[in-house]
Structure formats: C-alpha cells, structure tokens
C-alpha cells in the first residue's frame, strides 16, 4: 500500500510539473514542488508507521493508532497546513505584483502612446508645412512669373547690350573713317601744294610774258596789260591756296581730336557693357543656384519628416508589448488561481485528518488522493485551454494585435 501511496504522489507531481511548465509559470513551480514533497512524505510516513497492522485497509476499524503515530500524523499535517498556508499567501502577494507591474505597465504605455501620437501629430503638421512650402516653390504661377522676369530681364540686358554693341561698332566704323579722311586731307593738302605750284610757275609766266612785252615797245603794250592780271590772278590763287591749306591743317587736327574721342568712347562702352552683362548672367545663375539648393533642401526635410513619421509608427506599433504582457499577465493571475484551489483542496483533504484519526481514515485520505489526481487532470485542461485562448504572440514580428 505504501507504494501504491508513493506513486499516487509522485504522479500528482509530474503531473503538475509538466502542465504548469507548458503554461509557463516557472517561479511558482519550486513551492508546488516543495508542498507535494511534504504531503508524499506525510503519506509514506503515515503508511509505514501503521505496517505492523495486516488489515488497514480491510474495511475494519478495531485497530488504533499509538499516540507516537497520532502526534507524528499531528505534526506532519500541521506542517503541511502551514506550508499550504504559506503557498498561498505567497500566490497572493505574486498575484497582487502582477497585478501591480500590469498596471505601471499599462500607464506607461498609454503616456509613450500619447507622447508618440502628438509627436507623429507634429510630424505630419510639420511635413504638411512642407509640404505647402515646396508646392509654393514650384507653383505654376510663380514659377511663370519668375521665369519670366529672369527672361525679360535677360531679353532687355541683350537689347541694350545689342544696342551698345551698334553703337561702339558704329563708333569704330566712324573711327575707321575718319583714318580714310584724315588721309583724304593729307591728299587734299598735297594737292594744294601741286595747285600752289601752278600758281606759283603760273606768276612766272605771266612775269615772263611782262617782260617780253616791255622789249616789244608800244606793240607788245596789251600783252603787257594781260600778263599783269595774269599775275595777280596768279597771286590771287596762292593766297586762297594758302586759306584752304589752314582750313585743311585745323579740320584735319580737329578730325584727328574726334578721331580720339570717339575711339575712347566706342572702346569704353562696349567694356562696361560686357562686364555688366556677365554680372547680370552670374547673378541669374546665382539666382537658379539658390533655387535648386533650396528646393533641395526642402526635400530633405521632407524626406526626414517622412522617415520622422515613419519610425513614430513603428515606436507606436511596438507599444503592442502592452497588450500582450496584459494578456500573459492575465493569464498567470488565471493559472496562479487554479493552482490556489489545488492547494485549497489539498487543505480541505488533509484539514479532513485529526489527531485521533484510525486507519480507515488513512484508507480514505488514500482514495481522496485518487480523485484528487482526478481533479488536478482536469484543472490543467481547464489552465490548458485558457492558455490556447490567450495570445499566443511571443514576439514584436508576429500577430495582429489591434492597439489603441
């Protein structure tokens, strides 16, 4: 019978072992260990003080226990009381920090998740900004507009410098020409000097002629005359000749002034032209160079305030932890009560033994552990099926847990 006492015990605890380590309830498993160990040993010793006896479990009452074994049987069930005592009181502190780390758990949860919300709030109101900021940018009308401006100060600037460019060629054509009259007066003061020649081999002549008249007397007298006008005509011409030389002498140092000036103007103005039109092509490159850095700049930010967002989702999917911690908490505070009753029941069974029990109540405790080990098969598919119930999620990967 002893032996039939050992196994009963030692089934009812792998039996309990292997269900609560499939539940995972690792930290409780040590005191229901200890506990069953205590009430085995109780039973074994109980079995073995009675051996001298051939008939315990005959169905007959006559044979009493020595008051050794009534005050071993006292103390082991007293001791097991208290240890069950113990369990339970220390099931119920684990329950009430489960309890306890649920609800810090729970609140922490919910400030990260409003935390999170305004944040991805700020995100999505800061990308919108944005958002509105670079359409701003790249809107059709503006876009029109300025593009416009840059080409119409463009086309103006080519005008002008088109312009200044005619002009300061004009200027060199003018130049080039007055080269051709400055040369022309050179001519022309040549020429003088061949007509002064004339005038001058022309008074000879007619000086000549004077005196051939005089030799001729009264006959060669009109000739006379005529050679003397000749000659003053002759003096006459050199006179003008010598005009028109000055005249010539002061336009060609006067063309030769414009020639200068002109010179001077045509080459200043096309300088200062260029120059202006190639700061004005660098300020508009420079213009295009903000505008690209800009727009650049712009995406950027957008592009953070997409990842910003995007990982605020990711921070608000992984507080799921709270959710299915609540869950594993719950069902510890479920597998923590069933083996709460086991334990109430293993007092009931044992509160059922007093000091003056016989041998037949030693026959029934034996036949309640029997039911017993009933009862704890189907309190664990009761814990088994709770545990299927529950979330089965272990991780951050997997599930779909609704939140918030």
Same mark, same amino acid.
């Given at each position: 019978?002893?032996? +039939?006492?050992?196994?009963?015990?030692?089934?009812?605890?792998?039996?309990?072992?292997?269900?609560?380590?499939?539940?995972?309830?690792?930290?409780?498993?040590?005191?229901?260990?200890?506990?069953?160990?205590?009430?085995?040993?109780?039973?074994?010793?109980?079995?073995?003080?009675?051996?001298?006896?051939?008939?315990?479990?005959?169905?007959?009452?006559?044979?009493?226990?020595?008051?050794?074994?009534?005050?071993?049987?006292?103390?082991?069930?007293?001791? *097991?009381?208290?240890?069950?005592?113990?369990?339970?009181?220390?099931?119920?502190?684990?329950?009430?920090?489960?309890?306890?780390?649920?609800?810090?758990?729970?609140?922490?949860?919910?400030?990260?998740?409003?935390? +999170?919300?305004?944040?991805?709030?700020?995100?999505? *109101?800061?990308?919108?900004?944005?958002?509105?900021?670079?359409?701003?940018?790249?809107?059709?009308?503006?876009?029109?507009?300025?593009?416009?401006?840059?080409?119409?100060?463009?086309?103006?600037?080519?005008?002008?410098?088109?312009?200044?460019?005619?002009?300061?060629?004009?200027?060199?054509?003018?130049?080039?020409?007055?080269?051709?009259?400055? /040369?022309?007066?050179?001519?022309?003061?040549?020429?003088?000097?061949?007509?002064?020649?004339?005038?001058?081999?022309?008074?000879?002549?007619?000086?000549?002629?004077?005196?051939?008249?005089?030799?001729?007397?009264?006959?060669?007298?009109? +000739?006379?005359?005529?050679?003397?006008?000749?000659?003053?005509?002759?003096?006459?011409?050199?006179?003008?000749?010598?005009?028109?030389?000055?005249?010539?002498?002061?336009?060609?140092?006067?063309?030769?002034?414009?020639?200068?000036?002109?010179?001077?103007?045509?080459?200043?103005?096309? *300088?200062?032209?260029?120059?202006?039109?190639?700061?004005?092509?660098?300020?508009?490159?420079?213009?295009?160079?903000?505008?690209?850095?800009?727009?650049?700049?712009?995406?950027?930010?957008?592009?953070?305030?997409?990842?910003?967002?995007?990982?605020?989702?990711?921070?608000?999917?992984?507080?799921?932890?709270?959710?299915?911690?609540?869950?594993?908490?719950?069902?510890?505070?479920?597998?923590?009560?069933?083996?709460?009753?086991?334990?109430?029941?293993?007092?009931?069974?044992?509160?059922?033994?007093?000091?003056? /029990?016989?041998?037949?109540?030693?026959?029934?405790?034996?036949?309640?552990?029997?039911?017993?080990?009933?009862?704890?098969?189907?309190?664990?598919?009761?814990?088994?099926?709770?545990?299927?119930?529950?979330?089965?999620?272990?991780?951050?990967?997997?599930?779909?847990?609704?939140?918030?």
């Amino acid at each position: 019978m002893k032996y +039939f006492s050992l196994a009963l015990v030692l089934s009812l605890m792998v039996l309990l072992y292997g269900q609560f380590t499939e539940a995972g309830n690792y930290g409780v498993l040590e005191l229901i260990i200890v506990i069953l160990i205590w009430g085995g040993v109780s039973c074994i010793l109980l079995i073995n003080s009675g051996k001298s006896s051939h008939n315990y479990f005959t169905g007959k009452n006559s044979v009493a226990l020595s008051p050794d074994q009534k005050a071993l049987i006292s103390e082991l069930l007293s001791n *097991s009381q208290e240890q069950y005592s113990h369990l339970s009181a220390e099931l119920k502190v684990i329950s009430s920090k489960v309890d306890v780390m649920k609800s810090i758990v729970s609140e922490a949860v919910e400030g990260l998740s409003s935390s +999170f919300t305004n944040l991805s709030s700020q995100s999505s *109101s800061q990308e919108a900004l944005m958002h509105e900021l670079i359409e701003g940018l790249h809107s059709t009308e503006g876009d029109d507009n300025q593009k416009g401006f840059i080409q119409e100060t463009k086309e103006v600037l080519e005008y002008f410098v088109s312009n200044i460019t005619e002009v300061s060629r004009g200027g060199m054509t003018m130049v080039y020409t007055v080269d051709d009259i400055e /040369t022309q007066m050179d001519d022309v003061n040549q020429l003088l000097g061949e007509i002064s020649g004339i005038a001058d081999q022309t008074n000879l002549l007619a000086l000549n002629a004077a005196i051939e008249a005089a030799r001729a007397g009264a006959a060669g007298r009109g +000739f006379a005359v005529v050679a003397d006008e000749v000659r003053a005509l002759s003096t006459s011409s050199n006179n003008l000749n010598e005009k028109i030389r000055g005249v010539v002498e002061q336009s060609k140092t006067n063309i030769s002034k414009a020639k200068k000036i002109v010179g001077e103007i045509a080459g200043k103005d096309m *300088s200062v032209a260029m120059q202006h039109k190639a700061r004005v092509d660098e300020v508009l490159k420079m213009m295009e160079e903000k505008n690209s850095f800009v727009n650049e700049k712009l995406l950027q930010v957008k592009g953070i305030a997409d990842n910003l967002e995007n990982g605020v989702g990711v921070a608000i999917r992984s507080l799921q932890f709270e959710d299915i911690a609540r869950q594993q908490c719950e069902q510890l505070n479920t597998h923590i009560e069933l083996v709460n009753q086991l334990f109430v029941g293993i007092q009931s069974e044992v509160s059922k033994i007093s000091s003056g /029990t016989s041998v037949s109540a030693i026959k029934e405790l034996s036949e309640s552990i029997a039911d017993f080990n009933n009862n704890i098969e189907l309190v664990t598919k009761k814990a088994s099926v709770i545990h299927a119930t529950t979330s089965s999620q272990k991780d951050m990967n997997e599930g779909g847990v609704e939140l918030f």
